[in-house]
């Protein structure tokens, strides 16, 4: 069964909708962002609505409603200039009909984000489908194992850019699948990358497993050099040209990360200059980890902080290969590379940014890793009950668990408990298949 892309976003949109409800309304005391976010209360119709306000909406609006003047300072997201048009469109479209600016600010970046999380959607099942793995009626459980993604679940209905390392990485497996591809096809994915490239920069990663399949041998370097230099020029055209556009106009391009947050770049200035910049503000959110080994050991610790926060998920994954390893250890060993080294490539990328704020950017390639994960080995389950169990402990935990900030980590909850009932319980039911299969005879 092929799903259309539309019943794909009405799916997320009903999804988001029932979270909303269920995170703001219904189950308001597990609703909290910790840092940055604010709840604010709405009423309407009788019904309090609590409504996240994010610490960046005001930058992101300075950037919406006047697109024009964001090359003429030091603007923060000077760099994010499709990303800004993007959620612009959204927010005047909206602005039609919503006069209160919170709710405004609420349905632009959250209709904005639904389509990505639709986009990441449909990418991921024409990937399956380059694996001929069949997903038939299980389209629809992708959907909701997407939406409930940490990252997805609260980014959804914050006024960030955060959901786009979802799409990064999801093209990413995508690029790494498709192992065929013409030069008409790397120069138009080339581009586009480009053009992403202009809502956050960390799309341009995306290029090396789109050039992966020309590239892993010496002697394919060789042989695809031009088109996979003038596919590489291409990417950059989009922004070069930007930044020309900036220079033509008489300024200079800002960009924040760098200039401001001097992340990756603190690297060269701390060998050459003896820069170090150690500062935790908890409130300031300054987490700054900027000298060597510093920036490694605040990563790690980070890292195994992620690890207790996806444990459940994590060990349900590991349970499921183990008690099926002959089917998928053989049918997915190709998968569990790609997957594998698109995970290695991120973590090692963002253990670089020597900014260090609970869990974040060990998320955008851990969380993601376990999710894709978890999906493909779902799709090669037989048994329904596996399934169901399966399903049910995924889907539980990540809608019961709370926000990344928590200096807690986790918040058990009685959701969180459930899940990890119904996790004992299938763990103890695969551990008697596995005694009944080994007794026989």
């Not at 793995?133 to 993604?149: E, H, M, R, S, T």
């Not at 809502?199 to 090396?208: A, G, H, K, Q, R």
């Not at 900036?246 to 200035?269: C, H, L, M, R, S």
């Not at 926000?403 to 319980?425: C, M, Q, R, T």
Request: with cysteine; charged share 15%.
């Amino acid at each position: 069964m092929k799903i259309k892309i539309y019943n794909i976003f009405l799916c997320n949109l009903a999804l988001f909708s029932l979270m909303y409800i269920f995170l703001f309304i219904l189950y308001p005391e597990n609703s909290s962002y910790f840092e940055c976010n604010q709840l604010t209360e709405i009423k309407r119709f009788g019904i309090i609505f609590n409504i996240p306000i994010s610490c960046d909406l005001d930058l992101y609006l300075v950037g919406i409603n006047d697109f024009a003047s964001i090359h003429t300072f030091d603007y923060n997201y000077q760099t994010r200039p499709i990303y800004i048009l993007y959620i612009t469109m959204f927010y005047r479209f909206f602005g039609l009909f919503i006069s209160n600016l919170n709710l405004l600010g609420l349905f632009a970046f959250s209709i904005g984000h639904i389509l990505i999380a639709t986009s990441c959607t449909a990418v991921l099942l024409k990937t399956l489908d380059e694996l001929k793995i069949q997903y038939n009626k299980k389209a629809y459980l992708i959907v909701l194992f997407f939406g409930v993604i940490p990252i997805l679940k609260w980014g959804v209905f914050d006024a960030a850019h955060q959901t786009l390392t979802i799409l990064q990485f999801t093209l990413s497996f995508y690029f790494l699948t498709k192992k065929e591809k013409s030069t008409l096809e790397l120069l138009v994915w080339s581009f586009i990358v480009g053009l992403l490239a202009l809502s956050n920069m960390t799309f341009l990663i995306c290029l090396l497993f789109l050039f992966y399949e020309k590239i892993n041998k010496p002697r394919k370097i060789f042989i695809n050099f031009s088109p996979i230099f003038i596919s590489t020029i291409l990417s950059l055209i989009p922004v070069i040209a930007w930044n020309q556009y900036i220079v033509t106009q008489g300024f200079t391009p800002y960009n924040a990360a760098v200039e401001y947050w001097k992340q990756f770049i603190w690297i060269k200035d701390h060998i050459l200059a003896g820069y170090t910049n150690v500062n935790f503000d908890l409130d300031r959110s300054e987490y700054y980890c900027m000298s060597i080994p510093l920036f490694l050991k605040c990563y790690l610790s980070d890292f195994a902080k992620s690890i207790y926060f996806l444990s459940p998920i994590i060990y349900l994954c590991i349970l499921n290969f183990i008690s099926n390893w002959n089917n998928i250890l053989y049918k997915l060993k190709g998968v569990y590379f790609n997957l594998s080294f698109i995970y290695i490539t991120l973590f090692v990328f963002w253990s670089f940014i020597g900014w260090d704020p609970p869990l974040r950017f060990n998320l955008y390639s851990l969380s993601y890793f376990v999710t894709f994960i978890f999906i493909v080995q779902i799709l090669q389950l037989e048994d329904k009950i596996d399934i169901l169990f399966s399903s049910s402990i995924y889907f539980i935990y990540f809608a019961f668990l709370n926000h990344w900030n928590s200096p807690n980590i986790v918040d058990f909850n009685s959701g969180i408990i459930v899940s990890l009932a119904i996790l004992i319980i299938y763990t103890t039911k695969k551990i008697k298949d596995r005694i009944n299969i080994t007794s026989k005879p």
